[in-house]
C-alpha cells in the first residue's frame, strides 16, 4: 500500500511505502520489506526514517481559536435579552444606554475570553506532561523511548498494561491477550498467535497475528515488527471517528449551569412584578423594560460557569506544580471529599529502589550484600569473611538463576546506568552485576528455549534454557508459588531434601525485618521440543536461595501518613507482599495499633458474602498478598461501607479498581498506559506525599468555587433586596439600567476572578472531609448569602432614602447609592475569603491579585465620575472626599455583620 501522508506536524510527507497486508507475510518477508532485522533498525537508521516517516502521532483536534472562543461568549440566553434591549434602545431613541449595553456586552465578552482561553491553555499545557513510552529493540539491545519516535521496521516489546503505539506484526509471543475493543467493539480480550500466516481478505478481529495502535494488551508478553505509524494505522485510518470527541463538562459545572437557570428563572420572575409594580405606578413602558431586563441580567450571575472554570482550572495548575496531574476536572472536586486512601506500598510508600541486601542459603548463616543504590557496586560477605570454593558455587548458581529468569534490563550507556523492567527484576541484574555476571553473556552461553513471563497472577517468571545437551529451567518468585516446584535445596555441603518449615520460618524473619523475600530455582526439565514451558512442567527443581531485598520507606511517607490522620482521612496499604513485610512497614508509617493484623488474600477469599467482606476489611489497615481482583472487591467494600474512596494502582490489572474507586490514582513513573488512561489523576513521582498534596489541592479548589459562588450570589441578591425595599416604600427606583450593569461589570467582572486566585487558608488538612452528597448550598452558604443580601441592601436602601430627605435630586441620590454598592463588594470580597476564619486574620498580600483587583475596581469607578462621556451614560458626578468617607463607613457595616456570625458559629461549634 502506498499512501501520501499527512503527518501530525502538518508536514507533507511524500509517498511513502507500508507493507501491504502484513497479516498474510511471514517475518522474513517484512524484515525485507523494512530493511530491518531480529536486532532492530540502529539507533542511525531510526532517526533517519523519523525524518522520512514522520512522527507516530495522530493529528490532534485543535482547541477554538481565540476568536471562536470569543464568539462562544455571546452564546447565553441572558446575552440575548440584553441584545435585545440593546435593539430596543436603538428603536426609542435612547442611543446612549444602547452604546453602553453594547459596551458592557463587548467588555464582558473580552473578560470571558481571556478567562476561558487561560484556562484551556493550561489543560494543554498539563496534557502535554504525561507522555507515553515503549521499548524497542535498536541495535541488538532494548531501548526505551517516546513512543511517537517509533518508525516501521522498529522491533517493539509488549507486555501487560501496554497501549499499543503503533501497528505490529507479531513475531512472538506467549499468552499475548489484547483488548481491541475500541477498533472492533469486541469486549473479550483477543488471544495472539504470532505463527500465524492468513489469507489477505482475513476481517480486522480475525487477524491473530497482529497488533494495532490504540489497543490495550490485557496479559502476557510479546514482541513484533512495525508495520504502520501514524495514520498508516487501522486507528489512523478512522481518526474522524475516535479523536475529537467533546470532553464532557465536570459535575460541577453541570451542576451550577442548571442552579443559574433556576436562579435566572427566579429573577426574571421577580424583575417582572417589579415592572408590574412600576407600570401600576405610570412609570414609562421604555424604562420600565430596560429596568426590568437590566435588573435580571445584573442578578443572575452569568458569569459563574466561567468563573468556576476558572477556579478548577487554577486548582489543576497548582496540583501539577506539587507533581499531580489532573486527567478528568472532577476530580479536583472529588478529592475534596475524600475519606479513605487505598493506596499501594512499593514506589509509593517507598522509593521502588529495591536492593538485594541478604541471602539466605540452606545450612549456611545469612550472607549479607553491599551497596546501596541501584550501581553494581559492592559485594556477598559471608560470615566468615571469606568464600568458600562450595559457596562461591552456590553464588554462582544464584547469579545464574537472578539473570536468566529475569525480564529486566540494566546497561551502561552515555557514561552512566540505565535500567528498566520491575524493581525486582532490577535488583537481581545488580546483584549478579556485583560479581560480574550480565544477562547478555548468561544468555549467549545458555540459549533462551521457553519463558514463563511474571504476571500478578502468578508471582512467578521462568525460562527454560539450553544447558550442554539438556534442558534446565530457572524460577524466582514468592515462596509459596515456587516451594511447590521444589523437591530438593542446595547446601555448600550438597543438595538435600527440601525443608519447608525451615524455609518458611526464614521468609516470615526476613519479612517482618521489612524485607521482601524471592525465592530462586532452577534444575533440568522435560520439555518436548514444539511444547512450550509451563506450569506443569516445573517439578522437582532445587531451591538455591532466598534473597532479602530492601525498599526503603520514602522520607516524607510517614508525614503524610499524619497528614492524612489529621484531615479526617484514613489510610490503608494493599500489597502483594508477605503480610510480615507489610506488617514490618505499617508500623513504620504508624498505620496500624498494637492488635490490628493484616489481612491477606486467601484470607479474603473466604468470605462468600459482601456483608463478610465488609467486616473483615472494616478491620484492618494493611492488606497483604492480594491479587488485583481482590483490591476491587476491598475499594467497593470500603465504598458499601460509606467511604468516598481514593485508590493508587500502576498495573493494568489495577485497571477494574481504579474505575471503580471515586478517585483513582495512577503511577506516572512506573504505571502502565492501562492504569494512566484509568485514572483520574496521575502522580508523575509515585510518591504518596503527592496524592496527599492533592487531596490538600483538591480542597482549596473546591473552598475557593464556593467562595466565588457565594460574592456572586450574594451581591445579585442584595440588589433585589435594594429594588424590592424601594418599590415596597414607593420611592424611585435607587439604580438605573446602566448603573446597574456597570455595577454588574465593576465587581463581578474583577473580583471574582481574582478570588479564585485565592491560596489555602492553612488549615485544609487539619479538617475532616466534606459528606461527598453535601449540596454547595448548605446550611452555612444559606445562611451567609442571606444575612450579607439582607445587610447589604437594607443600609443601601436606607442611603438612598437619606440622601432623598436631604434633598438632593433623584440622580444624585441614585450616584451616591451606586458608589455604596461598589464599596459594598469592594468589602465583601474580602468577607468571601474564608467562611468561618476572620477577614482580619488573612494577610491582604497573600492575594495580591485580589488586593489589585478590588483597588482597580474602585478607581474605575471614581475614573468613571470624571470622564465626561462615562459620566453622562451613566447619569454619575464626583463627590466630596467627606460624602465617600462617610459612604465608606456605612459599606463597613456588612464587615461587621459577616465577623459576628464567623464569632457565632466559632461560639456554637465549641
Avoid at 502468578?458 to 525460562?463: C, D, E, F, N, V
Wanted: net charge negative; charged share 20%.
Amino acid at each position: 500500500m502506498s499512501e501520501s501522508l499527512l503527518l501530525a506536524g502538518g508536514e507533507e510527507s511524500g509517498s511513502i511505502s507500508y507493507p501491504d497486508a502484513p497479516h498474510s507475510r511471514s517475518g522474513a518477508e517484512l524484515f525485507s520489506a523494512l530493511s530491518s532485522s531480529g536486532h532492530g533498525l540502529s539507533c542511525q537508521e531510526a532517526a533517519d526514517r523519523i525524518i522520512r516517516y514522520g512522527r507516530n502521532a495522530l493529528p490532534r483536534s485543535k482547541p477554538p481559536s481565540v476568536f471562536m472562543v470569543f464568539l462562544h461568549q455571546f452564546v447565553s440566553p441572558l446575552i440575548y435579552v440584553l441584545g435585545v434591549a440593546a435593539v430596543i434602545s436603538l428603536l426609542i431613541h435612547e442611543y446612549s444606554d444602547a452604546g453602553f449595553i453594547a459596551a458592557v456586552l463587548l467588555l464582558n465578552a473580552i473578560i470571558g475570553t481571556v478567562q476561558e482561553y487561560s484556562a484551556q491553555q493550561a489543560a494543554e499545557a498539563l496534557n502535554e506532561l504525561v507522555t507515553t513510552s515503549c521499548r524497542v529493540l535498536r541495535d541488538g539491545d532494548a531501548y526505551e523511548v517516546s513512543a511517537d519516535q517509533l518508525v516501521p521496521g522498529d522491533i517493539l516489546l509488549l507486555e501487560s498494561g501496554d497501549r499499543v503505539p503503533a501497528d505490529l506484526r507479531l513475531l512472538t509471543c506467549r499468552d499475548l491477550e489484547v483488548d481491541e475493543s475500541l477498533l472492533t467493539g469486541e469486549s473479550m480480550a483477543v488471544l495472539k498467535d504470532a505463527d500465524q500466516v492468513l489469507e489477505q481478505d482475513v476481517t480486522l478481529g480475525d487477524r491473530s497475528n497482529m497488533v494495532f495502535a490504540g489497543t490495550l494488551v490485557s496479559r502476557g508478553r510479546g514482541k513484533g515488527l512495525v508495520v504502520g505509524t501514524a495514520l498508516a494505522t487501522e486507528l489512523g485510518r478512522i481518526a474522524s471517528v475516535v479523536l475529537g470527541k467533546k470532553a464532557a463538562k465536570a459535575p460541577l459545572l453541570i451542576r451550577m449551569e442548571k442552579f443559574t437557570h433556576w436562579v435566572a428563572l427566579l429573577v426574571v420572575i421577580a424583575a417582572a412584578l417589579m415592572a408590574a409594580v412600576a407600570l401600576s405606578r405610570g412609570m414609562p413602558l421604555n424604562e420600565i423594560f430596560l429596568l426590568a431586563v437590566a435588573l435580571a441580567v445584573s442578578a443572575i450571575p452569568e458569569g459563574l460557569p466561567v468563573a468556576l472554570t476558572v477556579a478548577l482550572a487554577i486548582g489543576m495548575r497548582r496540583m501539577a506544580k506539587r507533581n499531580v496531574i489532573v486527567r478528568k476536572l472532577m476530580a479536583v472536586e472529588a478529592l475534596g471529599s475524600c475519606t479513605y486512601i487505598a493506596t499501594d506500598k512499593t514506589g509509593t510508600l517507598t522509593v521502588n529502589q529495591l536492593t538485594a541486601r541478604r541471602i539466605i542459603v540452606p545450612g549456611c548463616e545469612p550472607w549479607e550484600v553491599t551497596g546501596e543504590s541501584l550501581e553494581p557496586e559492592g559485594r556477598v560477605i559471608t560470615p566468615s569473611g571469606r568464600i568458600t570454593a562450595d559457596e562461591e558455587a552456590i553464588l554462582q548458581q544464584i547469579f545464574k538463576v537472578s539473570v536468566l529468569s529475569n525480564e529486566g534490563f540494566l546497561g551502561h550507556r552515555d557514561g552512566g546506568w540505565v535500567h528498566h523492567g520491575d524493581a525486582v527484576d532490577v535488583a537481581l541484574l545488580v546483584l549478579a552485576h556485583k560479581a560480574g555476571i550480565t544477562q547478555a553473556d548468561m544468555v549467549d552461553a545458555f540459549p533462551v528455549i521457553s519463558t514463563i513471563p511474571f504476571e500478578s497472577e502468578r508471582l512467578y517468571s521462568a525460562s527454560l534454557n539450553r544447558v550442554d545437551e539438556s534442558a534446565h529451567a530457572s524460577v524466582k518468585g514468592a515462596l509459596e508459588r515456587v516451594l511447590p516446584m521444589c523437591g530438593y535445596m542446595a547446601t555448600p555441603d550438597g543438595v538435600r531434601t527440601i525443608d519447608p518449615e525451615w524455609l518458611q520460618q526464614q521468609t516470615y524473619d526476613l519479612a517482618s525485618d521489612g524485607y521482601r523475600v524471592i525465592a530462586l530455582a532452577s534444575g533440568e526439565v522435560e520439555v518436548a521440543q514444539d511444547e512450550e514451558l509451563g506450569d506443569g512442567h516445573l517439578q522437582g527443581l532445587t531451591l538455591v536461595a532466598l534473597v532479602g531485598m530492601i525498599d526503603p520507606l520514602r522520607p516524607e511517607a510517614k508525614d503524610a501518613v499524619a497528614r492524612c490522620r489529621d484531615a479526617g482521612i484514613e489510610v490503608a496499604m494493599v500489597t502483594g507482599d508477605h503480610p510480615a513485610t507489610a506488617m514490618c512497614i505499617a508500623r513504620e508509617l504508624d498505620l496500624v495499633d498494637g492488635e490490628q493484623q493484616p489481612l491477606t488474600g486467601p484470607e479474603l477469599k473466604q468470605a462468600h458474602t459482601d456483608q463478610e467482606r465488609e467486616r473483615l476489611v472494616g478491620q484492618t489497615h494493611v492488606f497483604a498478598r492480594v491479587e488485583p481482583q481482590q483490591k476491587l472487591d476491598i475499594v467497593q467494600s470500603l465504598q458499601r461501607s460509606g467511604h468516598f474512596v481514593a485508590t493508587s494502582g500502576d498495573g493494568a490489572n489495577d485497571a477494574p479498581a481504579l474505575r471503580a474507586a471515586n478517585v483513582g490514582v495512577a503511577m506516572g513513573k512506573s504505571g502502565t498506559d492501562v492504569a494512566r488512561e484509568t485514572a483520574d489523576l496521575i502522580i508523575t513521582d509515585d510518591n504518596f506525599a503527592s496524592i496527599v498534596a492533592g487531596v490538600e489541592e483538591g480542597r482549596i479548589a473546591y473552598a475557593n468555587v464556593r467562595k466565588v459562588i457565594f460574592l456572586l450570589i450574594s451581591t445579585g441578591a442584595a440588589e433585589l433586596v435594594l429594588f424590592t425595599m424601594a418599590l415596597l416604600a414607593e420611592l424611585p427606583l435607587p439604580l438605573l439600567a446602566v448603573q446597574l450593569l456597570w455595577l454588574n461589570l465593576v465587581t463581578n467582572g474583577i473580583q471574582d476572578v481574582a478570588l479564585a486566585f485565592e491560596p489555602g487558608e492553612g488549615r485544609e488538612l487539619r479538617q475532616k472531609p466534606r459528606p461527598p452528597k453535601e449540596l454547595i448550598f448548605n446550611r452555612l452558604m444559606i445562611e451567609r448569602v442571606v444575612l450579607s443580601a439582607l445587610v447589604i441592601g437594607s443600609v443601601a436602601f436606607l442611603v438612598f432614602q437619606w440622601l432623598l430627605g436631604t434633598g438632593v435630586s433623584v440622580d444624585e441620590a441614585r450616584n451616591g447609592t451606586l458608589l455604596l454598592m461598589v464599596l459594598f463588594e469592594n468589602i465583601h470580597v474580602f468577607n468571601s475569603r474564608s467562611e468561618t476564619l476572620s477577614a482580619f486574620c488573612h494577610n491582604p498580600l497573600r492575594n495580591p491579585l485580589l488586593l489589585f483587583g478590588t483597588v482597580v475596581a474602585q478607581l474605575i469607578h471614581i475614573g468613571a465620575m470624571y470622564t465626561p462621556w462615562i459620566r453622562d451614560v451613566l447619569h454619575i458626578q464626583p463627590v466630596s472626599i467627606e460624602l465617600w468617607s462617610h459612604l465608606l463607613v456605612m459599606a463597613l457595616t456588612v464587615l461587621l455583620a459577616m465577623e459576628a456570625h464567623k464569632l457565632l458559629l466559632k461560639y456554637l461549634s465549641r
